[in-house]
């Protein structure tokens, strides 16, 4: 994200909230840049995930959104004006064009959630090239009201098995090491860790520092004992 970007957000925010939560904002925000320099990678086999419809509640439903013109006029202005209406509107328009999908969850009919999902692919630079049968979910938010109920972990599940109906490959998430909520709801899920790298883009060149925590190494051992396939670049 660019100086400008952030600058812009900032002053949103502060038009928004006010001077005092700006500052606890910033000072948060400052945080994150200063230890946000590992991310832990996680995937998913597509081809192994197996429904779990019984577990999902009743009070919970998902819809997936192909483009915005799907998106109902409600559910668009709730998204946009979450931070900056400008910029969030583009980057909704920039993922729309790169062919990515927005998932909703709603509690009771009400927007809880979102989070995108892209095919073959990811928006910006990754940690390593996906092929046409893998997906990347990217940028979860669980609105204020409805967290602490596990929106996001019933999200994620939820588009692992639709994924699961047409893709054969692998799904892969990240989320800062950090971010321990979102990790903590991660691992309720069908993901496993894969690993926590370093990424860093100069000059338009990605670099990647990629290493393996014990629990992958330990994955991949069962995984050639039983002959079962790994994960690429585990």
Not at 165 to 180: D, H, K, P, V, Y
Request: with cysteine; net charge positive; charged share 25%.
């Amino acid at each position: 994200m660019g100086i400008p970007t952030q600058i812009s957000r900032i002053a949103e925010y502060h038009r928004r909230h006010g001077l005092r939560a700006t500052i606890r904002r910033t000072a948060l925000a400052t945080k994150r840049l200063l230890f946000s320099g590992r991310t832990i990678v996680f995937y998913c086999d597509l081809s192994r995930q197996t429904l779990a419809s019984a577990d999902f509640p009743k009070s919970l439903e998902v819809e997936r959104k192909r483009r915005q013109a799907d998106l109902e006029q409600q559910d668009l202005n709730q998204i946009i004006n979450t931070w900056n209406p400008k910029l969030a509107r583009q980057r909704l328009e920039e993922r729309f064009a790169h062919g990515a999908s927005v998932w909703l969850i709603k509690f009771d009919k009400r927007l809880a959630g979102y989070g995108w999902t892209l095919q073959g692919g990811t928006i910006a630079p990754y940690y390593f090239p996906l092929a046409k049968e893998d997906a990347h979910l990217f940028d979860f938010y669980v609105f204020p009201q409805f967290r602490g109920r596990g929106i996001n972990r019933f999200l994620v599940a939820r588009i692992l098995d639709s994924l699961a109906t047409s893709l054969g490959g692998r799904a892969f998430i990240e989320a800062a090491e950090w971010n321990q909520a979102q990790l903590s709801s991660l691992g309720r899920t069908p993901f496993r860790r894969l690993g926590w790298a370093r990424q860093l883009t100069i000059f338009g060149n990605t670099l990647v520092y990629w290493a393996e925590d014990q629990m992958t190494v330990q994955l991949r051992q069962t995984a050639d004992r039983t002959g079962r396939e790994r994960p690429e670049h585990a």
